[in-house]
């Protein structure tokens, strides 16, 4: 019988359930808590703690539905019948519990007896050197060692996720599509290139800890982590040529047909293009749904690159204009048939409103960019070329828009080669995107941990406690000189009450010192303190002793209570600022990013239009009521679900636990957040924003300041319009009213300055006219008054009309800069183009322009240039006309 797509998730699910795994929510697609992942890329990244902490994991088994977006083999999307950037990964785990033998048996019990799948059509892989798991499926699961087939570490090594963490050999089981399909070769089996052996499960046997040097450890909790296509498995379940001829992706891929043309779409383009749309508009959906916004850098950078290439791709299909966003409802209706997709029905106006917005600034230069690559993959045929200009590519990225990815594929498809080099030559900086940020950087480890003391270790007392008397070193490392060069060193400790920086609010500092008779005296000033998997590490400089006086203690903590009270006020006021722009724009406005500092607070939020200040008003308004209303901040520890139904708002890229922590402004703002804040909302003092802005497409950014320092902010603008009423010899009620007055007779006198400046240069240009008008053809070349372009080019306007048989090459400084007009009469075209005159004449002082035949606009920095600027402009009239037989 054929099973749907869901009904395959379901039974996955329930064969595991009944085998000890509990079912575990899926992670976001953005690991927030991890840096070395831009996106979620496997069903294990969750649980990469696990694997490596030595203390108990909360669960020794897991089973697990995970979205992923990897863009790996995103060349070979449409391509193949199997590849995808998008992808449900059906996973169950192990963490230090059972190892090959159960995964194994599991595997194959679920595929033959559970789906019923041919075992004569089932191949499995092993790692080379892996001899237990050749045994098992060989001898235990009874295939023989013919059916076995050994692959190298390309294939049957896995991991590690990021470039760090669990990893270890896999077996890989092959669906055998049929002699019919692939390359025919004698020799085809498993790990073959072509299509006929399909991979649909993988079993990663997670036995080794890999270091960010390569140095691979054995894990503390070595076991299974198995992830399963569910594409794949319902392409080959459902019998489907591909996997986007299942019932899951084939609607998308309908609906993105019906918007071009039956032509097209019949075309093998067009069959290719339909399949990268379905894809891509999937991962598109996603990403965006969870807060990625199209940049270009990061998250955002995958989110543009995706989009502009299915932007591309639609024209495979026939499509005109922007078309991804009319797919958006097509796929959520497809993904929220189960509960843990549901929140892609809030979001899909959002999102559909980010895509269109973004595919219509692409569209823009679409056309031109790809007729500017048409241009010159033509003149390199011609001249039988092979590599593409990397300045060429550099300017598809910088004028038009189109990804070095885009762009390298595009050249590919015509047998081209980009040359990468030149192109990022080009770049220069902007080549180098960090996916780090630099103060993630600095926290590099210079030596391996060290225990001074055994035990538990980073239980984190700070919500009440600033200063702890008795904490004992337990594991200290060195670490990597900070900017200053000062000797550093990083250690955890049993007990603390330093935040570390987590959920946008930077991490505490303050000072470790031990106490008398504990040693020798040491003092660390503690800079930095951030999480690493379980632990809280604190990064300290000394200032009394030195590592060889180090000990495990009894050490006093305490955290610096001026910036900590600071931080405090900044962070309650950012939930009030989140809650207050709900309020005002509706319940779509997501949190994008924040910043959480001393002196300064910072908000992204998804919002694509200015703020404008009525509605800063507005806002600054409604927080500074909150404030004023000195109301409790209660703090409550719920389960996720409860506090869900409770209206809490959860941030997507945030992993939270099974219990979480709710901070709560009543009847006003509820927020699972696990940062530090005030009691009541008085102790907040006073909001103010200091700017708006936009960040990117479809993001803004507000920054604001409280407590004392919006008080100071206040004041220096109190002081300012003092001062300015002074000036203008009006007190403050009469200060609007009073500018206002100066500014329209300030408009009067420009205005009347304007008009005898026009009337002027009109004199001045009539003279002109006249003394040329002697001459044979009448040509104007001259130095002139003017207060704005405008005026000159009215001025040539007027030279035209005057001149039909000549024409004039006007220049004058305007605000310091270089002006220059060229105007040419109707019967002098043929031999002098205005364009070219004024674009000649303006290159002796490094200058640009352009424009039409009979009128050209063109300028310089340098406006002491005008005698040279002139000059130049003579003799290539001169030189023009000569040649056209006008002179």
Known sequence: MRKTSDELRRTFIEFFKERGHPHLPQAPLVPLD??????????????????????????????????CLRLTDVENVGLTVRHATFFEMLGNFSFGDYFKK???????????????????????????????????????????????????????????????????????????????VGCGRPECGPGCDCERYLEFWNLVFPQFDQLPTGERRPLANRGIDTGMGLERLTMILQRSPSVFETDLLLPIGDAARRLGSPKAAGSDRGRRAARVITDHIRALVFACAEGVRPSNEGRGYVVRRLLRRAARFGRDLGIEGPFLSR????????????????YLNREESAVAAVILEEETRFEQTLERGLARFEETVAGLERKKIKAFPGAIAFQLYDTYGFPIDLTVEMAGERGLTVDLPGYESAMKEQRERAQREARFENRRAAGDWRTLTP??????????????????????????????????????????????????????????????????????????????????????????????????????????????????RNHSATHLLHAALRGRFGKELKQAGSLVAPDRLRFDFTHSKALTSEDVHAIESAVNEKIMDDLAVEIEWTSLKKAQEEGAMALFGEKYGERVRQVIVPGFSRELCGGCHVRRTGEIGYF???????????????????????????????????????????????????????????????SEHAKKSREGLRDQVERLIAEAAKQDPPIVVAEVTAAGVEEMREAGDLIRRKLPNGGGLLAAAVE??????????SALQGALSAADWAKDAVSIAEGKGGGKPEQAVAGAKDASRIKDVLERGRAFARERLKAGGRV
Request: a negative charge.
């Open 34 to 67: 991890d840096p070395t992942l831009l996106f979620t890329s496997a069903g294990m990244v969750q649980f990469k703690p696990y694997f490596s902490s030595p203390d108990p994991p909360p669960h020794r088994r897991a089973v697990t539905v995970q979205r």
């Open 102 to 180: 159960e995964a194994i048996e599991w595997a194959w019990e679920f595929a033959t007896r559970v789906l019923g799948m041919t075992p004569e059509r089932l191949f499995p892989s092993v790692y080379k050197e892996d001899q237990e798991a050749f045994d098992l499926w060989a001898n235990h699961i009874g295939l023989g060692a013919k059916r076995v087939t050994r692959l190298g570490e390309k294939d049957n090594f896995w991991g590690p996720a990021g470039g760090s963490g669990a990893c270890g050999p896999c077996s890989e089981i092959y669906w055998d599509q049929g002699q019919g």
């Open 327 to 342: 797919l958006v409802p097509v796929v959520v209706s497809q993904m929220t048939h189960h509960d843990e997709y549901e």
């Open 455 to 568: 035990g538990a270790h980073s239980e984190f007392v700070g919500y009440d406690r600033w200063e702890v008397d008795g904490v004992w070193i337990r594991d200290v490392r060195d670490a990597v000189p900070g900017s200053d060069g000062a000797a550093a060193i990083e250690l955890t400790l049993d007990t603390t009450p330093f935040y570390a920086e987590s959920g946008g609010q930077v991490a505490d500092t303050g000072t470790l010192e031990s106490g008398t008779g504990s040693g020798a005296r040491v003092k660390l000033r503690v800079v930095d303190v951030y999480k690493d998997g379980d632990r809280i590490v604190h990064r300290g400089v000394f200032v009394e002793g030195g590592a060889a006086s180090l000990h495990a203690g009894p050490y006093r903590a305490l955290v610096d209570a001026s910036e900590r009270v600071a931080t405090q």
């Open 688 to 750: 103010r924003i200091e700017s708006e802005a936009a960040v990117s497409s479809g993001t803004r950014r507000i920054e604001a300041v409280t407590g004392a320092l919006a008080y100071r902010r206040a004041e220096e603008d109190r002081a300012t319009l003092r001062e300015l009423g002074a000036s203008v010899g009006a007190g403050r009620e009469q200060l609007k009213e009073r500018v206002a007055a100066l500014q329209e007779a300030v408009r009067l006198l420009q």
């Open 816 to 825: 310091g800069k270089l002006s220059v007009v060229a105007s040419v009469g």
